[in-house]
């Protein structure tokens, strides 16, 4: 029964963990995009 | 541009510590390359003034008291404003911001839903909950009285204390 609870823990906490890396992945995206923007905006040309 | 590809090239190909994970920043550097690419050409082509990062555990601090006068922003905005109020002397890099922003949440100090950004796209937006406030009042409180001593210790003569 414990070990079953542990498992079940482990299963959540891996999901959390994903739900987590993928939200700063997509943050980290959207920084970059608008970086990238701003430094187009300040007149460098797009790599 | 073959030289900020090479140079990017040769970044990702670079030995990690053996035994050691990567850290997350590290993670995307080397699983993101595209992303890694643009950051490292960004980083080129911003002027050459010289930036120092921000003093560690002051962090916080600025983005609970940014979202506090400004109001709900993005993590972008967040380091912008940041930037902006020191006067462009702290550079702040998204690798020592989003844990950070993450941590405020987990704790409960600011909170945060997708939002539209400028470009249009999915940008999730942060703001200031009311344990958030009481956080910062707290915490500014707490930097009041240590740049006040250490203001003394600037000051101090050797005659003020015989």
């Known amino acids: 029964m414990k070990s079953l609870r542990r498992f079940f823990a482990q299963l959540a906490g891996l999901a959390t963990r994903r739900a987590q890396d993928e939200r700063l992945r997509e943050e980290i995206e959207e920084h970059i995009a608008l970086q990238t923007a701003e430094n187009i905006r300040a007149g460098l040309s797009p790599a | ?162």
């Not at chain 2, 994970?21 to 490292?40: F, G, M, V």
């Not at chain 2, 844990?99 to 997708?114: C, D, H, R």
């Not at chain 2, 999730?124 to 915490?139: H, I, M, P, V």
């Open chain 2, 1 to 162: 541009m073959p030289l900020p590809h090479a140079i990017a090239r040769s970044i990702f190909t670079l030995p990690q510590p053996r035994r050691k994970r990567a850290s997350p920043n590290t993670y995307l550097l080397l699983s993101q390359r595209k992303y890694a690419i643009l950051l490292l050409v960004s980083k080129m082509a911003t002027p050459m003034k010289q930036k120092t990062d921000v003093l560690q555990g002051t962090l916080a601090l600025m983005v609970l008291k940014t979202l506090e006068v400004l109001g709900s922003l993005h993590g972008y905005g967040i380091a912008r404003r940041i930037e902006q109020i020191s006067g462009d002397v702290l550079a702040v890099n998204q690798g020592t911001l989003y844990p950070v922003l993450l941590k405020l949440e987990q704790e409960g100090a600011i909170g945060s839903e997708w939002g539209a950004s400028e470009n249009n796209r999915r940008a999730r937006f942060y703001r200031l909950t009311r344990q958030g406030r009481k956080q910062l009042q707290a915490e500014t409180q707490g930097w009041e009285q240590t740049s006040a001593i250490i203001a003394r210790f600037f000051e101090v003569k050797a005659e003020d204390l015989s």
